[in-house]
DNA sequence: CGTATGCTTGAATCACGTCAACTGATGTGG
DNA sequence: CCACATCAGTTGACGTGATTCAAGCATACG
């Protein structure tokens, strides 16, 4: 119950974004197993579909995606982005086997955890566990609406909508909303990740641009004007369950 | 530790399908605590997306879906399906929560179990959380592939796809695999499924029927040829985490 | 009976995919 | 340094998968 006391975590380990949802106190005991880094260089992949891993990532730098690979190869579709304070793979602690590849999509630095020292942690801190649990609740809720998003709505309002989630979870990610994020994510990112081809994409980029809502240029996306870009994709962030957000669902 | 002794479950719930994920022995002290049972008509609302739940359920009988009504209304997409043996919103345990409507697609009967005596079980019970996390876990996989399936796949092979997991799934549910299933879902559940409009779906099964894959008619799944069937959605069960299953990822 | 619901089909339209060519920036090796 | 390759982005022309609108036909039901 001593809050912020104990063991300091490493220096480059903010407990910033989604990762809020673990309270200061259970941060103190879980931050510090984080033992090493890794950098990946973009377009290299992470963990492979299939891999029985025996350690989690914890997101620091840079974007990484879960992508599931098709049958004829050449062409992946991602299912879910993870940005800065996002634990990438904590399903694979309970469930050990990946059912999709992680893949580096910008150049990327992750903090591992072993299971071994994770599970020795939460076999004693039932809260702690709930929280994870939680986390990885979220990544679901957010995967529902990726299928939704990408089952219903047209390229306009679909890319309108990716682009609102993107500006939610970083602006929780650096703690402030911005209005130019530095991603440098591709147009056929984009298209992997919408289920759009990526000459759809840059048509649909055109149109958001002449339109006033966003542009996105050299991986730099800006948000021209926020309430048109959320009117235009049907955008409503309760799904993200954002760490200190009073939104109701 | 002992092995089936104790209060014995009521004789409505039986250990098959995906609560298999949960062990024999733990079922034991889980079991009991379904202490209610509800019934639904189909196309009844069952939770409203933003409610927040003191409970949660366990489908013994029909269909349920998870949906995300769209901002005008009238339409709605599903995001999941779930059969018996499937928690229904066990998320909601430790979220709350709820980011979408649960509705009852056929005539569907639950076991409900309050948070309240969940939690006080699994309070002190690591390993039962943990193989309840499993299970929410599962559903985040599967609503992954639907995510893959309805953002890359087309009509004949996404519609296939969705069978073929249909099929595994209630081969699992029912402990064993048929050539036929009674569903009761109708051609808009498929299209609210699969992201397709009803006409759409309704060519594409004809496509399917003189195919020879499968043919489905007043809610009447008839598997006509697996292996075909598999061929056209390019399909591969691994990511349904199946019980007692030794499939490889 | 009439009305509602689910299924089926045709014709017109449109969103999106495909193919292809071209640009500009960056990089590399001779 | 230039020749060349590579990759992200852009645009045009064309084809097609899917939506939309519409009509018709069942079966079930009050």
Redesign the interface.
């Known amino acids: 119950m001593t809050p912020d006391a104990g063991h300091p975590a490493p220096s480059d380990l903010k407990r910033k974004g989604m990762i809020e949802h673990v309270s200061p106190h259970h941060w103190n005991a879980l931050g510090p197993l984080f033992a090493e880094r890794h950098t990946y260089a973009a377009n290299t992949v992470i963990s492979r ?2 891999a029985t891993l025996d350690h989690s990532l914890l997101l620091l730098d840079g974007v990484v995606a ?1 992508s ?1 690979p ?2 004829n190869m050449q ?1 992946s ?1 991602f ?2 982005l993870q940005f800065k304070g996002d634990f990438v793979d904590l ?1 694979a602690f ?2 050990k ?4 590849d992680v893949v580096a999509v910008t150049a990327a630095t992750v903090a591992v955890i072993q299971h071994a020292a994770l599970k020795q942690l ?2 004693g801190d ?1 809260e702690l ?2 929280m994870l ?2 986390l ?6 957010i ?6 998003r ?3 709505m047209r390229g306009f309002a679909r890319v309108a909508n990716f682009f609102s989630e993107i500006d939610a979870r970083l602006a929780a990610a650096l703690g402030q909303q911005q209005d130019t994020y530095t991603i440098g994510i591709t147009q056929t990112d984009i298209a992997d990740a ?2 759009l081809t990526p000459v759809h994409v840059n048509r649909v980029l055109r149109d958001l641009r002449e339109d006033g809502c966003c542009a996105i240029a050299s991986g730099q996306l800006t948000i021209m004007d926020r309430a048109r870009l959320h009117r235009r994709g ?1 955008f409503d962030p ?2 993200l ?1 954002l760490p200190n957000s009073d939104a ?2």
Request: a neutral charge.
């Open positions: 579909r299939g879960r599931i098709r049958a062409h579709t299912v879910a399903h309970p469930l086997q990946l059912d999709h939460l076999d039932i566990s709930r649990w939680s990885t609740l979220v990544d679901a809720s995967h529902r609406h990726w299928a939704m990408n089952s219903s919408t289920g049907d309760a799904y369950y109701e669902l």
